[in-house]
């Protein structure tokens, strides 16, 4: 394909480099609202198909157990355990495109932090029984939140931790809770980010990328959404890392603004 090139050229630099051609705004914009578009439609036609396999697989299922056949367990399970992965990247990109129009809906229910961060460890350590996964603390504490919500941004966390540990580094997480605030740090001795790429890893679909990282497969979506809605419950989203050493994230939500104000 030929390349197109849409806009007005603004900016002639170095000769000896070639010619920038810079995109003016409005033609930017225009190219921004069509890729959100495009996000938006793609992820809403893969999931509808999806969805008609997923329910066409478990009445297989309980077709051939009424009859009194035998089920292939292993073939559903991997078929489903596959069709979980697809499902996740579509919510994916179903709650990018909805941050994007500003659409990202949050319930509010009590929620019991201990616990729910233990279920998620609970269910992360039995999908990857190579890593050890260590908790330290407690914060005996419910919040006024949204339980899936939340559990997105401890299950991205901890899933990265894991994901970017490939010789299945311990990773250890520790909780904290003060009158004010409850603090999540997940820390892993894994890959590490180089320091300038820190800050741009919560942009959407930014990858770090050393091809390290990049053999690991991933779309650059988890953080994003993490950030969204940690922002959403007033808290903070940090990280400290070094390449080779391993990294540590940091979560502070502040008890009252997401018991009060932000649900
Ligand atoms: P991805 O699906 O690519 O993992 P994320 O948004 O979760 O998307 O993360 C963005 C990028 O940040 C990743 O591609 C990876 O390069 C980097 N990253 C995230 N967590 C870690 C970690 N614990 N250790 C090293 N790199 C990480």
Redesign the pocket.
């Known amino acids: 394909h030929l390349p197109v090139i849409v806009g007005r050229v603004t900016l002639p630099c170095n000769p000896s480099q070639g010619i920038a051609f810079v995109l003016d705004n409005t033609a930017r914009k225009e190219l921004e609202r069509r890729k959100d578009d495009f996000i938006n439609m793609a992820s809403h036609e893969l999931g509808n198909p999806l969805t008609a396999v997923k329910m066409q697989l478990s009445l297989m299922r309980r077709q051939l157990t009424r009859q009194g056949l035998q089920v292939p367990v292993s073939a559903f399970s991997l078929m489903e355990t596959q069709l979980n992965i697809i499902s996740r990247l579509i919510d994916?990109l179903l709650d990018v495109s909805r941050i994007q129009n500003g659409k990202l809906e949050y319930r509010r229910e009590m929620v019991d932090i201990d616990e729910l961060l233990h279920e998620i460890i609970d269910t992360l350590q039995q999908i990857n029984p190579d890593h050890t996964i260590r908790v330290s603390g407690t914060a005996t504490i419910r919040l006024m939140s949204d339980r899936d919500r939340l559990g997105q941004v401890f299950t991205?966390?901890i899933?990265?931790?894991i994901?970017?540990?490939p010789n299945a580094e311990t990773v250890e997480i520790d909780l904290d809770a003060s009158s004010e605030t409850i603090t999540i740090r997940?820390h892993?001795h894994?890959?590490?980010?180089p320091r300038e790429?820190c800050d741009k890893?919560?942009e959407r679909?930014?990858?770090?990328?050393?091809l390290r990282?990049?053999s690991?497969?991933?779309?650059?979506?988890?953080?994003?959404?993490?950030a969204e809605i940690v922002k959403h419950y007033g808290g903070v989203i940090s990280?400290d890392?070094e390449i080779g050493k391993?990294?540590t994230?940091t979560v502070t939500l502040p008890i009252k603004d997401a018991s009060d104000s932000h649900c």
């Open positions: 994916e991205n966390l899933s990265n931790a994901k970017y540990s997940v892993d894994g890959l590490g980010i790429q890893i919560f679909f930014y990858r770090v990328s050393t990282q990049k690991i497969p991933g779309l650059g979506m988890g953080l994003y959404i993490v990280v890392s391993g990294s994230f």
